[in-house]
T-cell receptor, first 115, second 115 residues
Framework: AQTVTQSQPEMSVQEAETVTLSCTYD???????LFWYKQPPSRQMILVIR??????QNATENRFSVNFQKAAKSFSLKISDSQLGDAAMYFC????????????FGTGTSLTVIP | EAGVTQFPSHSVIEKGQTVTLRCDPI?????LYWYRRVMGKEIKFLLH????????ESGMPNNRFLAERTGGTYSTLKVQPAELEDSGVYFC?????????????FGQGTRLTVV
């Protein structure tokens, strides 16, 4: 079964600075998708960024970018120019392109942004 | 457009009681998922509906859990009788298509505490 590991339960960053959240995963598949979801306190979980495994180019969405290392099975999220609104729980997720339809999530990283 | 809505947002019940969680997916979304996060652990898949049919219920922990989606619209997840280890946050998600790169839209979750 696929597993997703987020080794940082908590992280903090100064406002306007850059922070990187780590995520590694284990799979024997070659086709899959990776996601970062963000859940602000008591709010809905929303998609931050998505990466297709067949694409070598790292995905970017404004201040959010990923460092996707397929061979190392690593998928870190970089948040640049951190804002107070970035404070949330961040979940890394894996989804197979071949089998099943479910997401496999990590344990989450709680990000605090310090004013 | 309304997002995925879950009711109630919090529930505290005694061991042995019954609780029913409700999820209203985004209108028109055939796929509906239930996930659960036990404190400090990863978000785990429970089951997947396509319209009113259970596509995959491999994640359901035991027969104390019953999910329904009559008419293919909203879904309920009933826990009867509840046990202490059922405590956690229950997430519902929906998506329109089954493409693997499609994001799932999540609700804010129902925090269930069994005492």
């Amino acid at each position: 079964a696929q597993t997703v590991t987020q080794s940082q339960p908590e992280m903090s960053v100064q406002e306007a600075e850059t922070v990187t959240l780590s995520c590694t995963y284990d799979t024997s598949e070659s086709d899959y998708y990776l996601f970062w979801y963000k859940q602000p306190p008591s709010r809905q979980m929303i998609l931050v960024i998505r990466q297709e495994a067949y694409k070598q180019q790292n995905a970017t969405e404004n201040r959010f970018s990923v460092n996707f290392q397929k061979a190392a099975k690593s998928f870190s999220l970089k948040i640049s120019d951190s804002q107070l609104g970035d404070a949330a729980m961040y979940f890394c997720a894996y989804r197979s392109a071949n089998t099943g339809n479910q997401f496999y999530f990590g344990t989450g990283t709680s990000l605090t942004v310090i004013p | 457009e309304a997002g995925v809505t879950q009711f109630p947002s919090h529930s505290v019940i005694e061991k042995g009681q019954t609780v029913t969680l409700r999820c209203d997916p985004i209108s028109g979304h055939d796929n509906l998922y239930w996930y659960r996060r036990v404190m400090g652990k990863e978000i785990k898949f429970l089951l997947h509906f396509v319209k009113e049919s259970k596509q995959d219920e491999s994640g359901m922990p035991n027969n104390r859990f019953l999910a329904e989606r009559t008419g293919g619209t909203y879904s309920t997840l009933k826990v009867q009788p509840a046990e202490l280890e059922d405590s956690g946050v229950y997430f519902c998600a929906s998506s329109h298509k089954k493409e693997w790169n499609t994001e799932a839209f999540f609700g804010q979750g129902t925090r269930l505490t069994v005492v």
